[in-house]
């Protein structure tokens, strides 16, 4: 008889959104959930019994009676609600992994009173994976489609050179990318301290911006060891951080034939291909968890 393999299940993709009403002044949390449930689920794959099987349907209810019930501090603050919720209350259900994709609304400033206006933010999206066993935790967070550019203070050349390079040295070139990273927490029990979700998400990204600022670039992958070591070196709950980054090329357009120079001016903006550059950069001693694959999370 042919034996399951692993198995999950579970209600992805629940769109919640929690408003917190403090007087007139209002604040939004607007999450995108996915719950995975995985245990003692055999005898529901070979013979239909769906004995242990928590329906995905009560998995979805779960998350909008618990933004009510425990509300939305953080996205990871609620998956781990959630994951906790479900190991424990449920015998068969042995792991449960909860992924949240956080949107943020930035205030629209009005002269009066009343805070109630929002503009959603055109900028990143906030990513979280919470993973509980009923012992241990594992919280990878993250963050995609984040765009950023040098104009200049960005070299590529000394390369290596075969009969089919025609790539021109560039000295001073625009580095472009959409970054896609991933952090992994050393919180890993009820034990310890948790930290602060919130902060620390504002603290990594603006160590990744800066690094990636202040980096006098030779290559993308130099820049990609800076952003990630920044983070490491200045968050002490991170231990891991991965990063998937598209080289979005800036070619300078030829404008010879028009009679004009092209003094670093004027750029073809190419979509594909790109050169995609990715690692992980890890605290001394530490063994790597997160994915190679980041669409894999
Ligand atoms: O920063 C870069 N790294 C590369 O590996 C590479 N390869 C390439 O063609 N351009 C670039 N730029």
């Known amino acids: 008889m042919p034996i399951l393999g692993q198995n999950q299940y579970g209600k992805s993709e629940n769109r919640v959104v929690k408003i917190t009403r403090d007087g007139a002044t209002h604040h939004i949390k607007d999450l995108n959930v996915s719950v995975a449930l995985s245990g003692d689920m055999e005898e529901v794959h070979y013979s239909g019994s769906n004995a242990n099987v928590l329906p995905t349907d009560t998995t979805k209810n779960t998350v909008y009676a618990f933004a009510k019930e425990h509300g939305i501090e953080s996205s990871e603050q609620f998956g781990i609600h ?14 449960a992994r909860i992924r949240v994709e956080e949107y943020s609304w930035e205030r629209i400033e009005t002269p009066g009173e009343d805070a109630h206006s929002f503009v959603r933010q055109g900028q990143e999206t906030r990513l979280t994976q919470i993973t509980y066993d009923g012992s ?29 390079t025609t790539l021109p040295e560039a000295y001073d070139r625009i580095l472009a990318t959409e970054v896609s990273s991933r952090w992994r927490f050393n919180w890993t029990d009820d034990a310890q301290e948790a930290p602060d979700w919130e902060e620390s998400y504002r603290q990594v990204k603006k160590h990744m911006l800066g690094a990636f600022a202040d980096t006098y670039s030779l290559s993308l992958q130099q820049t990609l060891y800076a952003m990630g070591s920044r983070i490491i070196e200045n968050r002490t709950e991170i231990d891991e951080v991965r990063f998937s980054l598209p080289n979005k090329h800036h070619f300078l357009v030829d404008l010879e034939p028009f009679g ?19 690692a992980t950069v ?4 530490v063994e790597p968890r997160i994915p190679v694959d980041l669409t894999n999370l």
Do not use: C
């Open 282 to 285: 890890l605290r001394d001693g």
């Open 260 to 278: 004009l120079k092209n003094d670093n001016e004027v750029y073809f903006a190419a979509d594909r291909p790109y050169g995609l550059i990715e």
């Open 136 to 164: 241990s935790w594992e919280v990878v967070s993250g963050l995609k489609d984040l765009t950023v550019m040098n104009s200049t203070n960005s070299e590529f050349w000394g390369y290596v050179k075969d009969k089919y």
């Open 82 to 95: 959630l994951a906790r919720h479900f190991v424990t209350s449920q015998e068969p259900i042995r792991t």
